[in-house]
T-cell receptor
Framework: SQQGEEDPQALSIQEGENATMNCSYKTSINNLQWYRQNSGRGLVHLILIRSNEREKHSGRLRVTLDTSKKSSSLLITASRAADTASYFCATNSGGSNYKLTFGKGTLLTVNP | DVKVTQSSRYLVKRTGEKVFLECVQDMDHENMFWYRQDPGLGLRLIYFSYDVKMKEKGDIPEGYSVSREKKERFSLILESASTNQTSMYLC????????????FGEGSRLTVL
């Protein structure tokens, strides 16, 4: 079953604009992670936020987590054409640390 | 630099064939995973392994088996391939600690005719 659900499914913006993607989940979590996938390639880890954190930054990425609403957002500032990819959230619900449950992803297209 | 290598990027097999997908990691990670990715369905966990010779079913294990004889290698086996197993297969690994970050291979795109 899918834990995270990204919104929107697809997003198209111009270079230089900011891109915001949202993720909702259903059960309590230990941490939430965001991954990026270029077309036809594997996933690359971007950032992890723990359940006791509210915001985290990494370069042009900003992630927020609202555990009361069971939601997270990923903001990419000053987007570039090279940011074009699919972005997935994944939740670790504890119990077993072995499993991540992924959402269906947001396809971001950044137009030059 | 960490590396997860999947032996085949593209495979074409016939219905009923036995298919092996190999994954090797060079990071001495205890945990390894096999996911399949389909349009509109995202990533779904097939099997995972937390140690040599140990395995656990994921969300969609039917039609698949796995083998973990050595720490660095995790194989996914389709005993009798079917057309509904046409998919992108992704292998991942992680160390046995709490961060949860997965390291992925480049994927193996399997087509079953």
């Amino acid at each position: 079953s899918q834990q995270g659900e990204e919104d929107p499914q697809a997003l198209s913006i111009q270079e230089g604009e900011n891109a915001t993607m949202n993720c909702s989940y259903k059960t309590s979590i230990n941490n939430l992670q965001w991954y990026r996938q270029n077309s036809g390639r594997g996933l690359v880890h971007l950032i992890l936020i723990r359940s006791n954190e509210r915001e985290k930054h990494s370069g042009r990425l900003r992630v927020t987590l609202d555990t009361s609403k069971k939601s997270s957002s990923l903001l990419i500032t000053a987007s570039r054409a090279a940011d074009t990819a699919s972005y997935f959230c994944a939740t670790n619900s504890g119990g077993s640390n072995y499993k991540l449950t992924f959402g269906k992803g947001t396809l971001l297209t950044v137009n030059p | 630099d960490v590396k997860v290598t999947q032996s085949s990027r593209y495979l074409v097999k016939r219905t009923g064939e036995k298919v092996f997908l190999e994954c090797v990691q060079d990071m001495d990670h205890e945990n390894m995973f096999w996911y399949r990715q389909d349009p509109g369905l995202g990533l779904r966990l097939i099997y995972f392994s937390y140690d040599v010779k140990m395995k656990e079913k994921g969300d969609i294990p039917e039609g698949y088996s796995v083998s973990r004889e050595k720490k660095e290698r995790f194989s996914l086996i389709l005993e009798s391939a079917s057309t509904n197993q046409t998919s992108m297969y992704l292998c991942a690994s992680k160390p046995r600690r709490d961060t949860g970050e997965l390291f992925f291979g480049e994927g193996s795109r399997l087509t079953v005719l």
